[in-house]
């Protein structure tokens, strides 16, 4: 695109950090791009959180400013039942997502074709939320023919969320010193013993981070839920229906999603701490 | 679970002995896991499949083999329904990678420090978690008559009536799609990249290759694997978008998402399963192209050290 001067020069130039870069321009180039897509994902979120606080939320201008939304939000409970159902569901997604890839991660290593595995275990996040909430719905309706609701929700979230919880306990079950399991067993330690006093406290950081990953990404799933509600209702789903069919209850769901966003992000600024500050000591 | 806790609370009495050195040992986890796995994940993929071959007739379905259900999916209006989502699918696909690719590369190769790289990570993981229909809704406040930017350029005077092309068109579903869709496509590239050896990069410098050699010869090559998943995992959410078309197209832009919404609706699950059958088809089709056209270039098995990595 930009003809550059001289190229064969510039490896030979001090402050050329870029041996597959002609152009100085280009990882700025590179980087600006990025970072304004970035702007992008963040922009709304942080304009969503001022306009809840204004008098007209779908005008341009967020002035003057009022609270009368989230009074209007206390006021209406129909977001409480929801609410609850989410929490629940999203809890025991966490639960379940830790426990069984805690189970799974720290056998995979172990066994002889881990490979295989993995990418079955990694499927769900190459099938579209959409085929794979059909075909969940397909299978439990029509096939199965289980009442939707609660238990349909919770298993299509699973499906969901495991994978990512999966590949969280492989960082580390993946680096794990089985030396120290062998050492223990030799001082005379019980197995489980061993898996609860040595293997735990380490892999620790892991579950916790699976834990909550499950449960956020259960907490704001959409598509699978769509097909697998029956005749519940989670907050997602609840905002979607809102926000699509009624525009006047649009500024009550953006007061409701600001307060969601502001526990939902430092429940992910705890989630990163954790992977980073602790995962990645070494 | 269950026999975990009870273990727990009994850990020291001879006759468990042997059943908790079971449990702490976990070789038979992988099995049961499996079977559960499989009646999760495989077997209702299986069932999509052979439902799409069923048929309906007045609200039921026919459990009788007939090939109606795929042959309606050509018909006049869902013709172009596919059509027209494939064709949105591929753009935003193309400008995320566009965009993704070079973002990658300076990220995993730019001297960014290690904490510009944590931040950078987080803040593309961090969408995954947020209800995606608040933060598509707000856009109608920024994009719409009265929004924002019209708004904003109202007043500086540089347009004397609204713009009303930036929502409910196709363009404002692009770009939610390319937002929305940006980390499935930055994250793979990133991992890929990341894991290339620097000494490989300086050699091909060192043995006097051009910069753009060095890119299209040696980067782009290996990382090709995240290239592909980050293709995949981003044309599979375009191509099956259900929240954005429906929140910035308002009913003007008919995608794959609204006939199966119809469908599931009007209980006509055959079609239901015939159009979900039909993004993972596609998918899978692209997937071999993909591969075999990128065949010379690197070992495809790669790609599994990647998500091992």
């Not at chain 1, 075909?135 to 298993?155: E, H, M």
């Not at chain 1, 050492?183 to 892991?206: H, K, M, N, V, Y």
């Not at chain 2, 009646?39 to 007939?66: C, G, H, Q, R």
Request: aromatic share 12%.
């Amino acid at each position: 695109m930009m003809q550059t001067p001289a190229p064969e020069q510039q490896p030979d130039r001090p402050g050329t950090a870029h041996p597959w870069s002609y152009w100085q321009g280009w990882p700025s180039l590179a980087k600006w791009g990025g970072v304004v897509l970035l702007f992008l994902i963040y922009f709304p979120l942080f304009w969503l959180a001022l306009m809840s606080f204004s008098e007209h939320p779908l005008s341009g201008i967020p002035l003057p400013f009022t609270l009368k939304h989230y009074a209007a939000l206390f006021d209406d409970t129909r977001w409480l039942k929801p609410f609850g159902a989410s929490l629940s569901i999203a809890l025991l997604v966490g639960a379940i997502s830790a426990v069984v890839a805690t189970g799974v991660g720290r056998v995979l290593p172990k066994t002889g074709s881990p490979g295989r595995v993995l990418v079955l275990c990694l499927l769900p996040l190459f099938v579209p939320g959409m085929s794979m909430g059909a075909a969940l719905f397909i299978f439990l309706r029509s096939v199965l023919g289980v009442k939707l609701g609660f238990g349909s929700i919770l298993a299509g979230h699973f499906v969901w969320a495991f994978p990512f919880a999966l590949l969280i306990v492989l960082v580390l079950t993946t680096r794990f010193d089985h030396r120290l399991v062998e050492a223990s067993s030799d001082l005379g330690a019980s197995s489980w013993q061993t898996f609860w006093r040595i293997e735990f406290p380490l892999l620790r950081p892991a579950i916790i981070g699976a834990g909550l990953f499950g449960f956020l990404l259960s907490f704001n799933e959409i598509l699978r839920t769509i097909f697998l509600r029956g005749t519940e209702t989670t907050m997602p789903v609840y905002n979607w229906t809102m926000a699509a069919s009624q525009q006047s209850q649009v500024p009550i769901i953006f007061a409701l999603a600001t307060i969601l966003l502001a526990v939902t992000l430092p429940l992910l600024g705890g989630a990163f701490w954790l992977l980073y500050a602790r995962m990645d000591k070494d | 679970m269950m026999m975990t806790v009870n273990s727990l609370s009994i850990p020291a009495h001879p006759a468990n002995r042997s059943f908790s050195r079971f449990v702490a040992n976990g070789d038979w986890v992988i099995p049961v896991f499996l079977v559960v796995w499989f009646a999760l994940v495989v077997v209702p993929l299986v069932v999509l499949f052979a439902f799409s071959f069923f048929d309906t007739k007045s609200y039921m379905t026919i459990y009788e083999p007939s090939l109606n259900t795929w042959m309606s999916l050509l018909e006049s209006g869902r013709l172009g329904v596919t059509l027209r989502s494939l064709r949105i699918a591929l753009t935003v696909t193309l400008i995320d990678l566009v965009i993704a690719f070079p973002f990658a590369l300076w990220l995993a190769k730019g001297r960014t420090s290690k904490s510009t790289r944590a931040i950078v990570i987080a803040l593309l993981t961090i969408p995954f978690f947020l209800d995606i229909s608040s933060r598509t809704i707000i856009w109608r406040a920024i994009l719409g008559e009265n929004g924002a930017i019209n708004s904003l350029l109202k007043s500086l005077g540089l347009i004397d009536a609204p713009l009303n092309w930036m929502l409910y068109t196709e363009w404002s579903v692009h770009f939610g799609m390319v937002i929305a869709s940006f980390p499935t496509m930055v994250l793979p590239i990133y991992l890929a990249i990341s894991i290339i050896d620097d000494a490989l990069i300086e050699a091909s410098g060192d043995l006097g290759a051009s910069p753009a050699q060095t890119l299209f010869r040696v980067i782009v090559p290996l990382a090709l694997p995240g290239v592909i998943a980050g293709v995949l995992l981003t044309l599979g959410f375009a191509l099956a978008a259900w929240i954005e078309p429906s929140m910035l197209g308002g009913g003007f832009v008919n995608l794959l998402s609204n006939s199966v919404e119809s469908a599931f609706t009007a209980l006509r699950y055959p079609v239901v399963a015939a159009l979900s059958t039909f993004v993972i088809v596609l998918l899978v089709a692209l997937l071999f192209i993909l591969l075999l056209l990128t065949r010379r270039f690197s070992d495809v098995l790669s790609a599994f050290r990647v998500l091992k990595n």
